[in-house]
């Protein structure tokens, strides 16, 4: 295939997977080096033939994927990591996480109670890593990879296995940084279970406002999607949604509160922050697909009742 846009070595370029049909939902962003690529996220097992078909517009195929950095082990960002580490890739992960890339059983059992029969659908197949293939950087750590240099920082609260990465002047925010679909000036906090902790993403906010302030970096590329060229709108708006989430999970919360009046709560809310902000349906549902409400609705649960629920006791 032809190469339909000039290649810059060192430079960022996003490639979409086209998640279900869905222009905007996840993202690859491919990095190349004089020895190949570098890939910051591998996408689902599902979306595989978009992966390979988005390295061939830029001029690569699957063979000069040399390194995958992957900011947390959930399916939508980690499911090809196996297969890529088959092709002869090196798998990047945190040390929570990388037990569950190793031997997925567990990850995908959890995973299966929450998609039923729909796993294949959405997610395809989750290949172990082999432990040959993986590395696991701790906080802070550079990471260098023929002359590209990556810091990891640790930044739970979407997950306790979540890294941001700084590379140049981009922060690949994974989750942390919230969802925000292209040429868009709204953001979502997705609060999937088991690990959404409000307090230790307020920290990683924290963190991420540091470096900014340091001036490590001037672009933000969350994973759902798209770089950006306004951290500091982005930031504040991750501030903001934080804030918003808390208050309106203490406005409606309560120990007898069930989960589906908790989804239908929440799924109201939700649209309705939508629809104020002059958001078409299409684009609502770009969103729904990278953050799907419901899942949220289940790690509020968890987290209420877990961190929240004895201090509303006590």
Not at 41 to 62: D, H, K, N, W
Not at 161 to 173: E, G, N, Q, W
Not at 291 to 299: A, L, R, T, V
Request: hydrophobic share 40%; proline share 5%.
């Amino acid at each position: 295939m032809s190469v339909e846009v000039e290649i810059i070595e060192g430079n960022p370029y996003t490639i979409d997977l086209n998640f279900m049909g869905i222009h905007g939902a996840i993202a690859s962003y491919m990095i190349p080096h004089t020895g190949g690529v570098v890939l910051v996220e591998s996408g689902p097992g599902s979306t595989i033939p978009a992966l390979q078909s988005g390295l061939e517009t830029y001029g690569f195929s699957v063979s000069d994927v040399s390194d995958v950095l992957l900011t947390h082990i959930h399916l939508d960002h980690a499911g090809a990591a196996g297969w890529l580490a088959g092709q002869g890739a090196t798998i990047y992960v945190h040390p929570i996480g990388a037990p569950h890339m190793r031997d997925p059983q567990k990850l995908l059992a959890s995973a299966a109670r929450i998609y039923g029969d729909q796993m294949d659908q959405l997610w395809g197949e989750f290949m172990a890593v082999p432990a040959d293939r993986l590395i696991i950087p701790e906080d802070e750590d550079i990471i260098e990879i023929n002359g590209l240099r990556f810091q990891a920082l640790d930044t739970p609260g979407h997950a306790r296995h979540h890294y941001a990465y700084l590379y140049k002047d981009v922060c690949f925010s994974g989750d942390i940084g919230g969802v925000r679909m292209s040429d868009t000036k709204h953001l979502r906090i997705p609060m999937p279970p088991p690990e959404f902790v409000l307090e230790d993403w307020r920290a990683s906010h924290k963190r991420l406002q540091t470096e900014f302030v340091l001036g490590k970096f001037a672009r933000i590329a969350p994973t759902h999607f798209g770089i950006f060229n306004d951290p500091i709108w982005h930031l504040n708006a991750l501030q903001s949604g934080l804030d918003d989430v808390e208050a309106w999970i203490e406005s409606v919360m309560s120990d007898d509160l069930s989960i589906e009046k908790l989804n239908d709560e929440f799924l109201k809310w939700t649209h309705k922050r939508s629809i104020a902000e002059g958001f078409a349906q299409e684009q609502i549902d770009a969103y729904e697909a990278a953050n799907p409400s419901w899942m949220s609705s289940y790690g509020i649960q968890r987290y209420w009742k877990k961190y929240r629920w004895m201090d509303q006791e006590s």
